[in-house]
């Protein structure tokens, strides 16, 4: 079992709808859990980070973390063109030193 | 400007032939970390640094060493560089080993 899964997608939406990307990790011991957003040749981009059980919404991100699940996932309303890109679910293992990555969900947002 | 720089951007180089890549962050971050991006495989990390003079072990660490001198510095050395070791490879730095981490723009590396 890979220590955090994703769907690699790609998952299409239409312009203007919820796009609902999850992420489920294998670590029970994992603290702190990110999403990052990877355009193609580009660097991880940072959107949103949460710690703790619950919603944390910022602008039109929302993420969810369930630790009895080992499930975190992220929503993104009123998708636009310019949010079409590699989504990457990151948690921390190793007692917190290392951040584990996801192979990422490719996100197409069509007009 | 808060940022994390990397040098080469773009290498090409020969099996055997030793090389560096360095790694610089201006936020006086305690922890900087590089990983390797290959399709399919994601994003692993190689070596991570908790602080200066304290290094350790990623998930893919053989055929790679670091060192952290400095705070702001944190370079990663092929010393016999393989083609397996052609990748994307980016550093990243944060505060803490469960913090954020922001990450440099990468370096191509092609080794033939």
């Known amino acids: 079992q890979k220590e955090v899964e994703q769907n690699s997608g790609p998952l299409s939406v239409p312009e203007g709808a919820i796009a609902s990307l999850n992420c489920t990790y294998s670590?029970?011991?994992?603290?702190?859990f990110f999403w990052y957003r990877q355009y193609s040749g580009k660097s991880p981009e940072l959107i949103m980070s949460?710690?703790?059980?619950g919603d944390k919404e910022d602008g039109r991100f929302t993420a969810q973390l369930n630790k009895a699940s080992q499930y975190v996932s992220l929503l993104i309303r009123d998708s636009q063109p310019s949010d079409s890109a590699t989504y990457l679910c990151?948690?921390?293992?190793?007692?917190?030193?290392?951040?584990?990555f996801g192979t990422g969900t490719q996100l197409k947002v069509e007009l | 400007e808060a940022q994390v720089t990397q040098n080469p951007r773009y290498l090409i180089t020969v099996t055997g032939k030793k090389l560096t890549v360095t790694c610089s962050q201006n936020?006086?971050?305690?922890?900087m970390s590089w990983y390797r991006q290959d399709p399919g495989l994601g994003l692993r990390q190689i070596y991570y640094?908790?602080?200066?003079?304290?290094?350790d072990k990623g998930d893919v660490p053989e055929g790679y060493k670091v060192s952290r001198k400095e705070k702001r510095n944190f370079p990663l050395i092929l010393e016999s560089p393989s083609p397996n070791q052609t990748s994307l490879y980016f550093c990243?730095?944060?505060f803490g080993g469960g913090s954020e981490q922001y990450f440099g723009p990468g370096t191509r590396l092609t080794v033939t």
């Open positions: 936020m006086n971050h305690e922890y």
């Open positions: 670590d029970r011991g994992s603290q702190s």
């Open positions: 640094s908790m602080n200066v003079e304290v290094t």
């Open positions: 949460i710690y703790s059980n």
């Open positions: 990243a730095s944060s």
């Open positions: 990151a948690v921390t293992t190793g007692g917190g030193n290392k951040l584990t």
